[in-house]
């Protein structure tokens, strides 16, 4: 038996975008809506992600906590349409927004965020992705670049029928783990991951409650097991975890279901029972980029001339960041931009960028900057960022952060 290595070119796209969550989904939607040939690759069966098959259902704010909204676009258009098709916790005052600049409620009103139903997100992701003209392959793993000196042409993946290549002229890397941008060269840094797992059960209690109210949520109770944010109450007797490699994925991963299971030893499902775990390693941090610039927390309120969106911090109000559009790309790659938690954001705000809000943001900003650097010839670095900027205010973006 002679094995051979060569590896089928299937098909060229104008832009390849790497991963299928929130920040993938942007940028691809943003790449088609500007004229380009998309194609999304997802290792999974489902986009969107921590959002979906992470659980995380929780749709952070797109304001800033004094009625000001400061995150639009796609970031507001997918906060829409997580719950399109399922329940929602929104405020009645941003229910009916009819533009981003109208006064929005006051922080007592509640903040523009929502929970959602991760199924229901999925069933509208799916609609959106149709609906754009984006192709989409699941059960698809990314496994290495091609490189042609500093651009990244070529991306090889494996699914069912083995491994072929996709030829691109852009790459958007949105995997959460900078996997393209590391293995085509470009320097990242990694951060440690405290324990954490989410989940959903039932009880007797929740389903009365349910029955009580008329609202079918009330039936179903959000776990969130091990530690929050920054190692916040993090279980004893557990360390961190870099989750970059498959062991310590798993060890993360079986770690969280054993607090669950801790959670219903001797209940016998009597009482109370899960009723769906995360699909994906919940990991908040793990690599990401050395940009152009690293935004960090002395950075909160300041003015940037490249700003391409704003992320509102979602644990305290008048708190916000303009995002760099000099944090998506690197110094190293021509033709490879990120989006989501793997931007060079640092320390704090690490925090603020990783999560879906901003995600959207900078996939929106990552997909239209392909676009642009696709119909210029440019490196992405050399992008006129005045061209970017209108794009994005035309699609409705929010670039800078309204002052009080």
């Given at each position: 038996?002679?094995?051979?290595?060569?590896i089928?070119?299937?098909?060229?796209?104008?832009?390849?975008?790497?991963?299928?969550?929130i920040?993938?989904?942007a940028?691809?939607?943003a790449?088609?809506?500007?004229?380009?040939?998309?194609?999304?690759i997802?290792?999974?069966?489902?986009?969107?992600?921590l959002?979906?098959l992470?659980?995380?259902?929780?749709?952070?704010?797109?304001?800033?906590?004094?009625?000001?909204?400061?995150?639009?676009?796609?970031?507001?258009?997918?906060?829409?349409?997580?719950?399109?098709?399922?329940?929602?916790?929104?405020?009645?005052?941003?229910?009916d927004?009819?533009?981003?600049?109208?006064?929005?409620?006051?922080?007592?009103?509640?903040?523009?965020?929502?929970?959602?139903?991760p199924?229901?997100?999925?069933?509208?992701?799916?609609?959106?992705?149709?609906g754009?003209?984006?192709?989409?392959?699941?059960?698809?793993?990314?496994?290495?670049?091609?490189?042609?000196?500093?651009?990244?042409?070529?991306?090889?993946?494996?699914?069912?029928?083995?491994?072929?290549?996709?030829?691109?002229?852009?790459?958007?890397?949105?995997?959460?783990d900078?996997?393209?941008?590391s293995?085509?060269?470009?320097?990242?840094v990694?951060?440690?991951?405290?324990?954490?797992?989410?989940?959903?059960?039932?009880?007797?209690?929740?389903?009365?409650?349910?029955?009580?109210?008329?609202?079918?949520?009330?039936?179903?109770?959000?776990l969130?097991?091990?530690?929050?944010?920054?190692?916040?109450?993090?279980?004893?007797?557990?360390?961190?975890?870099a989750?970059?490699?498959?062991?310590?994925?798993?060890?993360?991963?079986?770690?969280?279901?054993?607090l669950?299971?801790?959670?219903?030893?001797?209940?016998?499902?009597?009482?109370?029972?899960?009723?769906?775990?995360?699909?994906?390693p919940?990991?908040?941090?793990?690599?990401?980029?050395?940009?152009?610039?690293?935004l960090?927390?002395?950075?909160?309120?300041?003015?940037?001339?490249?700003?391409?969106?704003?992320?509102?911090?979602?644990?305290?109000?008048?708190?916000?960041?303009?995002?760099?559009?000099?944090?998506?790309?690197?110094?190293?790659?021509?033709?490879?931009?990120?989006?989501?938690?793997?931007?060079?954001?640092?320390?704090d705000?690490?925090?603020?960028?990783?999560?879906?809000?901003?995600?959207?943001?900078?996939?929106?900003?990552?997909?239209?900057?392909?676009?642009?650097?696709?119909?210029?010839?440019?490196a992405?670095?050399?992008?006129?960022?005045?061209?970017?900027?209108?794009?994005?205010?035309?699609?409705?973006?929010?670039?800078?952060?309204?002052?009080a």
């Amino acid at each position: 038996m002679t094995e051979t290595n060569s590896i089928p070119v299937r098909k060229g796209y104008d832009v390849v975008v790497l991963g299928g969550g929130i920040a993938g989904v942007a940028a691809a939607v943003a790449a088609k809506r500007s004229g380009r040939s998309v194609l999304i690759i997802e290792k999974s069966c489902m986009l969107g992600g921590l959002a979906t098959l992470g659980l995380v259902a929780i749709y952070l704010p797109l304001c800033d906590g004094s009625g000001r909204q400061v995150s639009a676009g796609i970031a507001e258009e997918l906060l829409h349409l997580s719950i399109r098709y399922g329940f929602d916790s929104l405020p009645q005052g941003w229910k009916d927004r009819a533009t981003a600049t109208e006064a929005g409620p006051t922080e007592k009103e509640g903040r523009y965020r929502t929970v959602f139903s991760p199924p229901a997100f999925v069933l509208a992701l799916d609609e959106l992705a149709e609906g754009e003209g984006v192709d989409v392959l699941l059960d698809t793993l990314f496994c290495a670049p091609v490189m042609e000196g500093r651009a990244c042409r070529t991306v090889i993946v494996e699914g069912k029928g083995g491994r072929e290549a996709y030829r691109a002229e852009v790459v958007v890397d949105a995997t959460g783990d900078a996997d393209c941008l590391s293995r085509a060269g470009a320097r990242c840094v990694s951060a440690p991951n405290w324990l954490s797992y989410w989940g959903y059960e039932v009880s007797g209690e929740t389903v009365q409650r349910a029955a009580r109210t008329g609202d079918p949520k009330e039936a179903v109770k959000l776990l969130q097991l091990g530690a929050g944010a920054a190692g916040l109450n993090a279980p004893a007797g557990y360390g961190t975890y870099a989750c970059l490699d498959a062991g310590e994925i798993t060890e993360f991963v079986m770690r969280g279901r054993a607090l669950m299971r801790e959670r219903y030893r001797g209940d016998g499902g009597r009482g109370r029972f899960p009723i769906s775990i995360p699909a994906m390693p919940q990991v908040r941090t793990t690599r990401r980029i050395v940009g152009l610039y690293e935004l960090t927390e002395a950075d909160a309120g300041r003015r940037f001339d490249d700003s391409v969106g704003c992320a509102a911090d979602w644990r305290r109000a008048d708190n916000v960041y303009e995002i760099p559009y000099r944090t998506l790309v690197t110094e190293e790659l021509d033709n490879v931009i990120t989006a989501g938690r793997t931007i060079a954001s640092g320390g704090d705000a690490w925090e603020v960028t990783r999560v879906i809000p901003a995600a959207a943001v900078t996939g929106e900003a990552a997909g239209t900057a392909a676009a642009v650097a696709v119909e210029s010839g440019r490196a992405l670095s050399a992008v006129p960022v005045e061209e970017l900027q209108s794009r994005l205010r035309k699609a409705g973006v929010l670039i800078q952060a309204e002052r009080a």
